[in-house]
DNA sequence: ACAATTCTGTTCATGAGCGCACATCACAAA
DNA sequence: TTTGTGATGTGCGCTCATGAACAGAATTGT
């Protein structure tokens, strides 16, 4: 059976540690009357005399030198703790757990790595994935979401980029053939899509609205699968502007519009916003935009 | 700077522990408004956000997985100190100091040192001196005293036994003169003082009444000097009965008186007398002296 | 889709614990 | 012996932490 009442156990510490009642209740802030009151009900609740009274003072009997060597080490260790807990907000250390969506994977990975290396103290999970990591879970101290803005209470979102999406074809596939091509001539060419078109993005219903279901010859889960096919010449597909300049065989078959566009957002949750920490990463990370030029 | 508040700490453990408010309020057997009173203050206290609030309940942040540890282990050293006071209030063990005369010294030494091959478990430190011992500061747990009944506050006084004091002088002394000696014939003996007279022992003062002052040839301050010269054939004087039956050189020279009987007194403080410790060695005391027949 | 459950969070009345004042005692110094 | 100082101990108001009730939100079960 464990302690109920650990302040009864602080006061009594301070009182085997001076000696005195007085002197005790002066340290602890509290009247002195406070404190006798504590060690009674603290020694009725051990069963067990732990001081002798006499009119210059109390002394520790046995049992009451045994609770202050324990409530000495106890007292040192929450010492220790306040002091490395109130360190910790102030300085970047411990874990940064960060969250994105796969697709950005490429571009997020040599940041945070970059980040890292800049603060030996912290330790970068980044962990992708199609499941929507919820912040007020504490599962992540920053998330990159993609889409419409999240309007989650208790999360403060701010604008970060915009990933342009356009439509990419390999050499191969185009034969030849000049772009850009007609657009009254797309709903003719074959597509790659994506698995889960269920999804609200807008170059996602503008490709259900202009291309007719049989065209969409392949679907792919992950963006990496899609990337693929296209090189492989299955068809016209959609890539991230930024990606697709990596590869010579691929070539953008139309003027991307804008409504394509998918902007960026940084999310935090407001517990974890005004840490050192989080700030650290935030700041990193809108630095690291601009030499993106995802335009 | 150490914590002022270690039931806040308690609390935000078993909130850590159990993952929300109202499971840790149950175990703790208070309000949840308490608990959450409880965590925002020691939040503010350490300047750290220690949980992230969602309606599932309370998940920690490093910062509470920290605490959580730390409290994890207090609460272990707390439940073993508890059990450990509890058990020492019932078992003989650790430390046993017991004070009296030094007088008394031959007669007690053994019978605790058979106490404390009884009782392994227990130290027995058995401190003789003219001072007095004070039970209320913790200096002794028991204390044999002599003479007038001590009337000390808070202190539990046992009648234990009687000393009897009787005169006595070597054979080389009397030089075969014939015991007992005519009253009226002791002022004009020599005599083997002490040298606090001052004390109010009822055979001291029948020798300040009775015997000249010049008649008092020698004092000693302690039983011992006073024996051995006493067996050296300095004069009469006054040794206890039991300790003076051990000397075949010894003789009682009067018939000894009974205002000369000192009694002993069991003396111990309110505190520790209802210890089990405490008890078994008064009750070894009382045992033991049933053997010594001092009458 | 709806109801039920189970959390958190806030407001307000109340009582337990606190501070205050005074009594008492022990020791030390004048 | 007397006085002063610094302790403990205790009864009495009072305040502040607590408990009760209610509201809101999210998850779970039907």
Do not use: C
Not at 39 to 60: S, V
Not at 99 to 104: D, K, R, W
Not at 248 to 257: A, M
């Amino acid at each position: 059976m464990s302690i109920d009442a650990w302040d009864e156990i602080r006061t009594a510490y301070h009182v085997a540690r001076l000696g005195t009642v007085s002197g005790a209740a002066e340290v602890l802030g509290v009247h002195h009357a406070t404190v006798i009151r504590h060690i009674d009900a603290l020694e009725k609740r051990l069963g067990t005399k732990l001081f002798q009274r006499h009119a210059r003072g109390y002394t520790a009997t046995e049992a009451g030198q045994d609770l202050m060597q324990v409530a000495q080490a106890t007292d040192d260790q929450f010492t220790q703790l306040a002091s490395r807990l109130r360190g910790r907000g102030d300085s970047v250390t411990g874990e940064l757990v960060v969250t994105s969506i796969e697709a950005l994977s490429p571009l997020l990975s040599p940041v945070l790595a970059e980040f890292q290396m800049a603060n030996p103290g912290v330790t970068v999970r980044f962990v992708t994935g199609d499941r929507v990591f919820r912040l007020e879970y504490g599962e992540a101290h920053v998330a990159i979401r993609a889409g419409t803005a999240p309007n989650e209470p208790d999360n403060v979102v701010q604008r970060y980029s915009t990933v342009q999406m356009a439509l990419y074809a390999s050499r191969d596939y185009l034969g030849g053939r000049a772009v850009p091509i007609p657009e009254d001539e797309l709903p003719g060419e074959k597509f790659m899509g994506y698995e889960n078109m269920d999804s609200r993005a807008p170059f996602y219903r503008w490709m259900e609205d202009i291309v007719p279901r049989s065209n969409i010859v392949m679907r792919g889960s992950d963006g990496r699968s899609v990337k693929h096919a296209i090189r492989a010449g299955i068809g016209l597909g959609f890539m991230a502007t930024w990606e697709a300049a990596r590869y010579e065989d691929l070539v953008q078959v139309v003027e991307p519009k804008p409504e394509w566009a998918a902007p960026l957002w940084l999310v935090t949750h407001v517990d974890l916003h005004r840490t050192a920490k989080v700030q650290a990463i935030l700041a990193h990370l809108k630095t690291a935009v601009d030499s993106w030029n995802l335009t």
